[in-house]
């Protein structure tokens, strides 16, 4: 009969698809005398294994990774994402000569063609309607990880008496405009 060591890895194996880990030790690198197993069966145990810790510290690390960042949504707020997250907050107002929808989204992403750089995605979506016709904005910046907290801000344009010391160094990735009355003209 097999040695406890080779059971444990093959549930260990097992138990890492449901959040569970065991540490067990390390298996010999030739066959086991005592109980005739084979190189090639432990060849293959201590591949399961492996794979099981890469898979475990793969959803470990990414559950556990959150940024934190500060920007102004009515007053200032401490935004706190984790990978794959979509953060959302709407606002609607309505005025004499019409509305105005503005959508703001937070995100926390792999940058594109990469396999541990990560990023926040920042996108605004605007639309109003007023006398001079519809209007629709939308915006998306950027900022990497490691440059969320790398602004200080300016004093003289924040929108509120208290203000957090850094904020994130925003990059634009796309602006696109559309005026109902502008197209309609032909601009």
């Known amino acids: ?23 067990t030790a390390s298996l010999a690198v030739s066959g086991c005398s005592m109980c005739g197993t084979a190189d090639s069966e432990l060849s293959e145990l201590r591949r399961d294994f492996e794979t099981a810790i890469f898979v475990f510290d793969f959803l470990i690390g ?20 984790e990978p794959n997250q979509l953060l959302s907050h709407t606002t609607f ?3 004499s000569e019409g509305w105005t929808r503005t ?13 541990d750089e990560w990023e926040v995605v920042y996108a605004t979506y605007t639309d109003a309607c007023d006398c001079d016709g519809r209007l629709s904005r939308e915006e998306i910046l950027y900022c990497p990880v490691d440059k969320l907290n790398d602004v200080e801000p300016d004093w003289n344009l924040t929108p509120s008496e208290w203000c957090p010391s850094r904020l994130p160094r ?18």
Not at 170 to 187: C, H, I, P
Request: aromatic share 16%; glycine share 6%; hydrophobic share 45%.
């Open 103 to 115: 959508t703001r989204q937070w995100s926390l992403r792999l940058v594109e063609g990469s396999s």
């Open 170 to 187: 925003w990059k634009s990735r796309n602006l696109y405009v559309w005026d109902q009355y502008a197209e309609m003209a032909g601009y």
């Open 62 to 81: 990414d559950m556990a990774m959150r940024v934190r960042f500060w920007d102004y949504v009515r007053d200032w707020t401490r935004i706190t994402l």
């Open 93 to 95: 107002s309505r005025c």
């Open 1 to 23: 009969m097999p040695p406890a060591r080779h059971f444990a890895a093959r549930a260990c194996t097992a138990l890492v698809g449901i959040g569970v880990f065991v540490l």
